[in-house]
Nanobody, 121 residues
Framework: QVQFVESGGGLVQAGGSLRLSCAAS??????????ADWYRQAPGKQRELVAS???????NYADSVRGRFTISRDNAKKTVYLQMNSLKPEDTAVYYC?????????????WGQGTQVTVSS
């Protein structure tokens, strides 16, 4: 069963950068990533959609991150990325990926386990 594992979170100073990765693990026979989203959830707040990439490559961002974050996918590496630049303390949250993929001709949807991003002022 394919699962997605996130990495790249950590502690960074305001103005710094991080790149989050969401990589497929497990059996990946005849595999392709279709669409993907990155969400985040700060303590005491609801989970919010941060960035999306559609099956056709259309990108969409929350107003709060547009111009600073970039979502991308690499089907050869079976990985979705979130490049985060000019980080602010308000970007502090647990970040989750959600990936729609096709494996062995069947469509699936999977969440990563989350990775903590902490931005200090």
């Amino acid at each position: 069963q394919v699962q997605f594992v996130e990495s790249g979170g950590g502690l960074v100073q305001a103005g710094g950068s991080l790149r989050l990765s969401c990589a497929a693990s497990g059996s990946t026979f005849s595999f392709s990533i279709n669409a993907a989203d990155w969400y985040r959830q700060a303590p005491g707040k609801q989970r919010e959609l941060v960035a999306s990439i559609s099956s056709g490559g259309r990108l969409n961002y929350a107003d709060s991150v547009r111009g600073r974050f970039t979502i991308s996918r690499d089907n050869a590496k079976k990985t979705v990325y979130l490049q985060m630049n000019s980080l602010k303390p308000e970007d502090t949250a647990v970040y989750y990926c959600n990936v729609e993929f096709t494996e062995s001709g069947l469509d699936f949807d999977s969440w990563g386990q989350g990775t903590q991003v902490t931005v200090s002022s």
